[in-house]
Each structure stands twice: as structure tokens, then as C-alpha cells.
């Protein structure tokens, strides 16, 4: 589904990422965890086209996502890949529906098909009577999970979280954290997850450990069925 090869990024002097191999498997819900600095969010970015790397590669499911051009790279992220951060950047001045509809709408799909999609997330999410509220009028769990509906509101192959439960109270990370796995069980996505957050850590199917800039031995590879 996802493999990378020989992955390196550097920011000046200091090498960042120092050669990463590493497969995730179809319908995996993978934890990347390590110390600060150790890159995982630099891995991340990179995996999900928003960095490149200064070498290697990186494929979606056959595709070579290092050799697309921008424009192609930007249309190929939108459809294929979904994104949820530690904070949602939910749009303020658009409610929860639309601020899940924004995707599908830049990918050019029709008005009422969106909608009609964002309502069908909602539902299952459990936040139909949320549709209508901005981001100021929900709560920090709901923030996010609207962000996690926006994410796969065009039914993207690969979700990428960054710390997603990394500002909400324990309740409400236990939530979302059995909220991956619902999804990965309701519409088959995979997930790679960036976290400090031990408890997901250790239910996710797996997890990779990098420090300083490597993978941990052992942990690269998806495990055999």
C-alpha cells in the first residue's frame, strides 16, 4: 500500500531522516512514535506529499508519488490522501458540514453530492444536529472529529494524523482514538499516526519506533497474515 525506500531530508547541517525503509499494508492502523526531534513529523509530511525528500521514494498504492509534478501531485493528495492535525484547522467562518464538503468541492465534485456525503459522515459520527455549527460553537472532541469526516470526505486511500489527540482530554482522546478503528472497519482506510500518546500506541496494529533520524529494527515491515 504505502512503501518507502531510502528516504533522507536534511535541513541545513542536520540530517533528519537517515535513510527510512519501510511498507504499511491496506487497511493497517500504523503508530509512529520516538522522541522530539527524531522525525516522525518530517517522515509524515514526506509520505504525505507535503515535503519531498532529498532522496528516495515514496509509493501509494504503485504510484511513485516523488516523480508527479505539482499540479498532478496536488489533484493526486486531494483524492488519494486525507490529513488530520493536532489542532483541526476547521475553517471559522464555515459551519461543520461545510468545512467537511471543502475537499470534494476543490476536487470538482457536485454541490449536492458533497453534501450529501458530509451528511452521510456526520451521521455516522453521531453529529447530524452539529451539521449548522461553526467551529466556535463545538467542542474540542467534536472539532475533531468533524476534522476526521473533512479528512475522508473523498474517500482517500491513507489517512496521515499528526498528534490528533494531542489537545483533547482523556475522554474525549479515547473516543477518537476507537474512532480510527471504526473507520478502518466502516469504509477500509489505512492510518498512519503520528503520536506521544501511549494508550494509542498501543492499540494500533502496529508500531514503528524511529530515533535520531532511523527506524528501529523490527519495526519497518508490515507483519505476515
Do not use: W
Not at 488530520?84 to 467562518?93: I, Y
Not at 494500533?204 to 524511529?210: E, G, K, S
Request: charged share 25%; aromatic share 6%.
Amino acid at each position: 500500500m504505502i512503501d518507502v525506500k531510502n528516504i533522507t531530508k536534511a535541513f541545513g547541517s542536520l540530517q533528519v531522516l537517515k535513510g527510512i525503509d519501510l511498507h504499511i499494508g491496506t487497511g493497517e492502523v500504523v503508530s509512529i512514535v520516538g522522541p522530539s526531534g527524531a522525525g516522525k513529523t518530517t517522515l509524515l509530511q514526506i509520505m504525505g506529499t507535503l515535503d519531498k525528500a532529498d532522496s528516495g521514494s515514496v509509493e501509494i498504492n504503485g504510484v511513485d508519488v516523488s516523480l508527479l509534478s505539482n499540479n498532478k501531485l496536488a489533484d493526486y493528495r486531494n483524492r488519494n490522501i486525507g490529513f488530520v492535525f493536532q489542532f483541526h484547522q476547521l475553517l471559522p467562518e464555515f459551519t461543520a458540514e461545510e468545512n467537511i464538503m471543502i475537499p470534494a468541492l476543490i476536487a470538482g465534485e457536485r454541490r449536492s453530492a458533497a453534501k450529501a456525503r458530509a451528511r452521510e459522515l456526520l451521521a455516522f459520527l453521531g453529529l447530524e444536529e452539529r451539521a449548522g455549527h461553526k467551529p466556535a460553537e463545538l467542542s474540542g472532541g467534536e472539532k475533531q472529529r468533524i476534522a476526521v469526516a473533512r479528512a475522508l470526505i473523498n474517500n482517500p486511500a491513507v489517512v496521515f494524523a499528526d498528534e490528533p489527540s494531542g489537545s483533547l482530554d482523556s475522554k474525549n482522546k479515547q473516543e477518537l482514538h476507537q474512532l480510527f478503528f471504526d473507520l478502518r472497519e466502516k469504509f477500509g482506510q489505512t492510518f498512519v499516526i503520528v503520536t506521544h500518546d501511549e494508550e494509542l500506541a498501543a492499540i494500533t496494529d502496529r508500531t514503528i519506533h524511529i530515533v535520531d533520524g532511523q527506524i528501529m529494527p523490527d519495526t519497518a515491515k508490515a507483519e505476515e497474515a
